[in-house]
């Protein structure tokens, strides 16, 4: 019996996921082995290290997107980054929302909500600051 | 006028909401592809499209026909 889970995810920028991981204090290591229940690991192209006994395995698939593969045996995985992977979503969002407007010349400004969401607001006219900063549109 | 801005709201679990302002008709469509596009479906879990709230562009749905 595998206790590892796969999950499809839309995580297409390995970038956003590196900062989404710094934030969280989780290293990410290229080419390594996830760990898993029962000392199986699972091989990722990265490989999100927890504090807990078992890793977060990063592959990229034939369309593209990232899939995270963990083993989600008693709950320590979820305590670090929710369930479903939700807070490391989360801050994954938050990072490609972030970075994408950035790049199309709107400021971003973030705050936590009472729930637990985190909003941004972003703006400025596309292309103002790149002019202004004598840089190039697209 | 009022201030053309963009807020994204994204939720403890992956999921999020994107909602543009003062942008007219098929700006704000424009708006905020770009945003929709790079973020599609961050969570493992499809979202129903109505889960999207994109204010302007449903408010001038009408005048569009």
């Not at chain 1, 971003?108 to 202004?132: C, E, F, Q, W, Y």
Request: aromatic content about 8%.
């Amino acid at each position: 019996m595998s206790h590892f889970t796969t999950i499809e995810t839309q995580i297409r920028d390995i970038e956003a996921l590196k900062s989404a991981c710094a934030e969280m204090g989780l290293p990410i290591v290229p080419n390594a082995q996830a760990r898993g229940y029962g000392r199986k690991t699972h091989k990722g192209e990265y490989v999100i290290t927890l504090k807990g006994p078992y890793d977060i395995a990063v592959n990229r698939q034939a369309n593209g997107t990232f899939q995270l593969v963990t083993d989600w045996w008693d709950g320590h995985v979820e305590k670090e980054v929710g369930k479903n992977f939700g807070r490391l979503l989360q801050l994954y969002g938050v990072h490609k929302a972030s970075a994408e407007a950035r790049r199309k010349g709107y400021m971003v400004s973030r705050h936590v909500l009472n729930n637990g969401s985190i909003k941004l607001t972003m703006t400025g006219l596309p292309g103002v600051a790149l002019a202004k900063t004598g840089g190039t549109l697209p | 006028m009022t201030q053309k801005s963009i807020e994204v709201i994204v939720q403890p679990d992956g999921s999020l909401k994107i909602e543009a302002f003062g942008f007219v008709g098929a700006d704000c469509e424009k708006a905020t592809a770009f945003l929709e596009k790079a973020l599609g479906a961050p969570c493992a879990r499809r979202r129903k499209s109505e889960y999207y709230r994109v204010g302007i562009v449903r408010k001038t749905q009408g005048v569009r026909g």
